[in-house]
C-alpha cells in the first residue's frame, strides 16, 4: 500500500528566508506525486503536481518540487517565503490503475516577522 | 463557475441525530470524493464515486453512507452521529479518477461538524 510520511510537523521560517518542506512516499512503482496548501479555514489548493518526464517541478505562487526516485522523497521548496505563505501544506501520493490519493499529516509553516 | 460547493458550513448535532452533507460541482467532473480531516491525521478518504452510477469505500468508510445522485452531486450521510465523528469534511472532484495527468483534485470548502 501507498504511503506518504511528512516529518515535521510545524516550521516556522523568517520571511524572506528561504523554505524546504520535506516528504517521503512509499510505492513500488513510479508514483504520482502531489503537494496541495490549506490555508486557514479553506479548502486545499493545489500547488503542485509530477507525473512524468522532468524531475523538478514548478508550481503556482514561486513553490517548485524536486522528485528524486533515490531517496524516495518529493520535496517543497521555495527560495524566498512570504507572510501569505503561512498555511498547511500537504504532500498526497498516487498511482496509475484508476486508484485514489493518500494524503500525508500535513505541514504546518509559521512565517515570523 | 463556482467549482466545489458545500452546505452546510458549519453543523452541531446531537449524538444519535442523522443529516446528509451535500456537495456539488459545475465542473463536468466525473469522480467526487468526501474526506474527513482531524488535527494530526491529515486528510482521510471516506467514499469516492469514479463516475455516475458508482461509490467505493475509502479508509475511513463506517458511519456514513454515500449517494451520488447525478454527474454533479455527491452527498454523504451520517445515520447515527457520533462524537468520534466530530471533524472537518471536505469533498473533491476530479476529471478522471487515477489518470494523474488530468486527476488535479479540486477541494470544497469544507464542512464543519461537531457531535455532542
Known amino acids: 500500500a501507498q504511503s506518504v510520511t511528512q516529518p515535521d510537523i510545524h516550521i516556522t521560517v523568517s520571511e524572506g528566508a528561504s523554505l524546504e518542506l520535506r516528504c517521503n512516499y512509499s510505492y513500488g512503482a513510479t508514483p504520482y506525486l502531489f503537494w496541495y496548501v490549506q490555508s486557514p479555514g479553506q479548502g486545499l489548493q493545489l500547488l503542485l503536481k509530477y507525473f512524468s518526464g522532468d524531475t523538478l517541478v514548478q508550481g503556482i505562487k514561486g513553490f517548485e518540487a524536486e522528485f528524486k526516485r533515490s531517496q524516495s522523497s518529493f520535496n517543497l521548496r521555495k527560495p524566498s517565503v512570504h507572510w501569505s505563505d503561512a498555511a498547511e501544506y500537504f504532500c498526497a501520493v498516487g498511482n496509475s490503475g484508476y486508484s485514489t490519493l493518500t494524503f500525508g499529516k500535513g505541514t504546518m509553516l509559521l512565517v515570523s516577522p | 463557475n463556482a467549482g466545489v460547493t458545500q452546505t452546510p458550513k458549519f453543523q452541531v448535532l446531537k449524538t444519535g441525530q442523522s443529516m446528509t452533507l451535500q456537495c456539488a460541482q459545475d465542473m463536468n467532473h466525473n469522480s467526487m470524493y468526501w474526506y474527513r480531516q482531524d488535527p494530526g491525521m491529515g486528510l482521510r478518504l471516506i467514499y469516492y464515486?469514479?463516475?455516475?452510477?458508482?461509490?467505493d469505500k475509502g479508509e475511513v468508510p463506517n458511519g456514513y453512507n454515500v449517494s451520488r445522485l447525478n454527474k454533479r452531486e455527491f452527498s454523504l450521510r451520517l445515520e447515527s452521529a457520533a462524537p468520534s465523528q466530530t471533524s472537518v469534511y471536505f469533498c473533491a472532484s476530479s476529471a478522471v479518477l487515477g489518470a494523474p495527468s488530468t486527476d488535479t483534485q479540486y477541494f470544497g470548502p469544507g464542512t464543519r461538524l461537531t457531535v455532542l
Open positions: 464515486s469514479a463516475s455516475e452510477g458508482t461509490t
